[in-house]
């Protein structure tokens, strides 16, 4: 039986609008049922639970199961997800190796490819002179000179204005310029064909068919070099289910942007399929914590963050997330994404300018004695840069109130001065002591002696990471990710006494916090909405698809309001529900569940067959793990009436409801 759409959408929308049932701060003192612990543990330390989680996790033990989360290299990694991540090849590259190969080559200038010489390398000084600024007859007596190869090369490059003045080669200036316009019409159709350029009509249908049979076997039929060509004037989504292609062809239409694509689908495949979830979870909150935005250009290199960003994840983040916060809080600030987002990297101190490679040259020019000569240093540099000591005090340690002021932004700023990249090229961070503050300075009532060159900066990340306020202020993040929106002060304050008391043990820090009443209450249990992120991945994990591809899941996180490593302000993306909740943002939500069961989601597949038969309560109970509210049922009752739905938009309603929505 075939459903409206008006049906379908208006049973869904009353599900994901439905409130949540009883106060929605809850109370922080009444603890969870045993069965209902197992099941916010893994909303919370997992993307969501996969089918069979719930009973693998009584068999270990609830306690035993969160302290292996806690320590990830005791858990054998899912095998599926290294055949995953083998074809993203940028994964494992070096940075070095990743810039240097996914940079694309500089073309020969175009008219030089196409053999229009300039003026000055057809004519001498002399000859150029008289052609350009010369009378008409000083002109007409160097082209009556040239042989006619030379003189048409020398006509097609005259400006109009030129040419008008020389009526005797007026004709044979406009045959020359026609010439040249057609072949630089033929030379840009060579470097830029389109696909009735390269293909008959019937390989042009087959490849807008958007059949995966019919591009298959397209592909299969044409040369390596022309299929590349092929795959790079297709949409990204039509290449969904062959993945290979559309890498060949982004590496041909963007190549440096292969390098974050590579990175969001790693994202996806490892929230999906890692044994590892707690770290997942973790290198997605940090990231978030100390976010970088990949479409920042900088240096004048276009798209470098694109090749910046999964060395950031891979070497800054991902190597720290239970380790000690100093040491995650100094590798971000020395990585060359973090030192171009903030633009630390152009940061120099004032007294740079007065002495060192940015101090005036003097020369001579034309003639003139004491010109001075900007220095290839002096044009990049700006003076101090105060965009990274502002956000390392109010977004990456202490926090808005975290009892800064104005002048320890200043002096914190003065101290990273020199702290910056080799090159565009060899982004590795160095320290430039020519651009060094050397004077003395005083960060949050801490005196820091002159001459202390690169250790300015060390010191500051040393204070940073052991001040009080950034105990409180980190605590409260991590409580917020994990208990609630606004989590309990009390819980907030033993897990900062234990950042304190470890010097930012983070492993410890998520101990207290996961062994607190407060994290196993009632008024955490479904206290969190799911980012698109979050909803997207415990989707597919809850429906048990297999992920063959995931750019296009990737482009619905995107839809629905979070595109993967592109929050362009410091702060990331929100972590509380109200960012989320939007008409748009509910209904794209809506849509996305309807859209996998139905299949129209390329590169995931499903078994949905053993819903078969099945009741909406055991539908229900399948997929969260629990029985859904009263109110998700009832909705699903008025909006379908007597009629039997089938399984799979049952299951659709229950994943736009409230009870899969919260985790």
Same mark, same amino acid.
């Given at each position: ?7 379908i ?10 409130p949540?049932?009883?106060?929605t ?20 330390l ?17 306690? #035993?199961?969160?302290?292996? *989360?806690?320590?990830? $290299?005791?858990?054998?990694? +899912? =095998?599926? @997800?290294? &055949?995953? !991540? ?91 310029? #026609?010439?040249?316009?057609? *072949?630089?019409?033929? $030379?840009?159709?060579?470097? +830029? =064909?389109? @696909?009735? &350029?390269? !293909?008959d ?16 076997a ?15 004037l ?86 720290h ?47 003139l ?45 003065r ?12 982004p590795e961070?160095?320290?430039a ?67 304190t ?28 909405i ?7 991945v ?47 943002g ?9 859209a ?55 299951a ?6 409230p ?5």
């Open positions: 039986m075939k459903y409206p759409v008006r049906v959408t208006a049973c869904a929308l009353a599900v994901v609008i439905l949540r049932l009883g106060n701060t809850g109370p922080f003192d009444k603890r969870l049922s045993p069965e209902q612990q197992i099941i916010h543990a893994l909303n919370r997992t993307f969501g639970p996969r089918p069979g989680d719930v009973e693998a996790v009584r068999r270990v033990g609830l306690t #035993k199961w969160m302290e292996f *989360e806690l320590h990830p $290299e005791q858990i054998p990694e +899912n =095998p599926v @997800l290294s &055949d995953k !991540l083998k074809p993203l090849k940028t994964l494992d590259m070096s940075l070095a190796d990743v810039v240097k190969e996914y940079t694309p080559e500089q073309q020969q200038p175009f008219m030089m490819a196409m053999g229009f010489l300039q003026l000055n390398t057809l004519l001498s000084d002399e000859q150029r002179r008289k052609v350009m600024n010369g009378t008409a007859e000083e002109r007409t007596e160097v082209l009556k000179a040239l042989d006619p190869d030379k003189r048409k090369q020398v006509l097609a490059a005259l400006p109009p204005n030129v040419v008008s003045f020389t009526p005797e080669f007026k004709e044979e200036a406009a045959q020359a310029q #026609k010439m040249r316009q057609e *072949e630089i019409q033929k $030379e840009n159709r060579r470097r +830029n =064909p389109r @696909l009735i &350029d390269l !293909l009509s019937d390989q042009v249908n087959a490849a807008r068919s958007g059949d995966r049979e019919k591009l298959a397209l592909f299969a039929s044409l040369a390596p070099d022309k299929r590349v060509v092929v795959a790079s297709l949409p990204a989504k039509s290449l969904g289910q062959i993945p290979e292609y559309r890498r060949e062809g982004q590496f041909r239409r963007t190549p440096r942007q292969v390098a974050s694509e590579d990175l969001k689908e790693a994202k996806i495949f490892r929230a999906v399929y890692s044994n590892r979830q707690l770290e997942e979870v973790l290198v997605d909150f940090w990231f978030n914590h100390f976010n970088v935005d990949i479409a920042k250009n900088v240096a004048n290199v276009p798209n470098l963050g694109h090749l910046l960003i999964g060395s950031y994840e891979r070497d800054a983040i991902r190597p997330v239970f380790g000690h916060f100093k040491d995650l809080l100094l590798a971000t600030a020395r990585h060359p994404a973090m030192l171009y987002y903030l633009d630390n990297w152009e940061s120099v101190s004032p007294e740079s300018f007065e002495v060192g490679p940015y101090a005036p040259q003097r020369g001579f020019v034309n003639g004695a004491n010109v001075i000569i900007p220095t290839p240093f002096q044009r990049q540099a700006h003076g101090l840069n105060e965009n990274y000591g502002r956000e390392v005090m109010e977004l990456h340690t202490l926090g808005v109130n975290g009892g800064y002021t104005q002048h320890d932004v200043i002096e914190v700023a101290c990273f001065t020199g702290w910056t990249v080799r090159s565009p090229e060899n961070f160095v320290f002591p020519f651009s060094h503050d050397f004077g003395e300075k005083t960060v949050l009532g801490h005196k820091i002696p002159a001459g202390g060159g690169e250790q300015d900066g060390l010191q500051v990340i040393d204070i940073l990471a052991h001040h009080p306020s950034t105990a409180k202020f980190i605590s409260r993040e991590l409580a917020r990710r994990f208990v609630a929106d606004d989590p309990p002060q009390a819980l907030v304050n033993r897990m900062a006494r234990t950042f008391r470890t010097g930012g043990d983070l492993r410890a820090v998520l101990g207290t916090m996961f062994q607190s009443p407060e994290f196993f209450s009632e008024g955490a249990w479904q206290a969190k799911k980012s698109p992120f979050e909803m997207v415990s989707t597919v994990r809850a429906l048990g698809g297999q992920v063959n591809d995931a750019w296009t899941l990737a482009e619905k996180v995107a839809e629905m309001g979070e595109p993967l490593y592109s929050k362009l302000d410091p702060n990331g993306y929100a972590d509380t529900g109200e960012a989320w909740l939007s008409t748009a509910i209904m794209a939500r809506m849509n996305f569940p309807a996998l069961v139905s299949g129209q989601v390329p590169g995931v597949s499903l078994d949905s067959a053993r819903w078969n038969g099945a009741e909406e309560d055991a539908i229900a109970r399948d997929l969260l793990g629990h029985d859904a509210s009263a109110q998700t049922l009832k909705a699903i009752e008025t909006g379908l009436g007597d009629k039997k739905p089938p399984s799979s938009l049952v659709s309603l229950i994943l736009s409801s009870d899969f929505e919260r985790r």
